[in-house]
């Protein structure tokens, strides 16, 4: 098991910036990639951002390239979503997930575990 706890929501401007964060804990050796999710209200969950614990390969949604950033802190298992230039359509409830693979980072059913979510608003 893996435990995901999120951290760093809240409400921003639009055109602000915000930093969210993901702890792991627990079997996090089984952990390959850390990806970054989000789903607004009546919509469906879609990839945001996505990095391998090992080096440095990233990947991000088209919608978010250049204003969006994930890091990583191995030494803390810890994931970051540095967030620039916030849109009101970026409003939603982000969560983190990891999988055991580095297949289809960007498909969030291949996923093994979740954080609960932390929440997103931007005001335009």
């Known amino acids: 098991q893996v435990q995901l706890v999120e951290s760093g929501g809240g409400l921003v401007q639009a055109g602000g910036s915000l930093r969210l964060s993901c702890v792991a804990s627990g079997r996090t050796f089984s952990s390959y990639i850390m990806g970054w999710f989000r789903q607004a209200p009546g919509k469906e969950r879609e990839f945001v951002a996505a990095?391998?614990?090992?080096?440095?390969?990233?990947y991000y949604a088209d919608s978010v390239k250049g204003r969006f950033t994930i890091s990583k802190d191995n030494a803390k298992n810890t994931v970051y979503l540095q967030m620039n230039s916030l849109k009101p359509e970026d409003t939603a409830v982000y969560y983190c997930?990891?999988?055991?693979?580095?297949?289809?980072?960007?498909?969030?059913?291949?996923?093994?575990?979740w954080g609960q979510g932390t929440q997103v608003t931007v005001s335009s």
């Open positions: 990095i391998r614990w090992g080096g440095s390969t990233a």
């Open positions: 997930a990891t999988k055991s693979t580095g297949l289809l980072a960007t498909r969030g059913t291949t996923y093994d575990y």
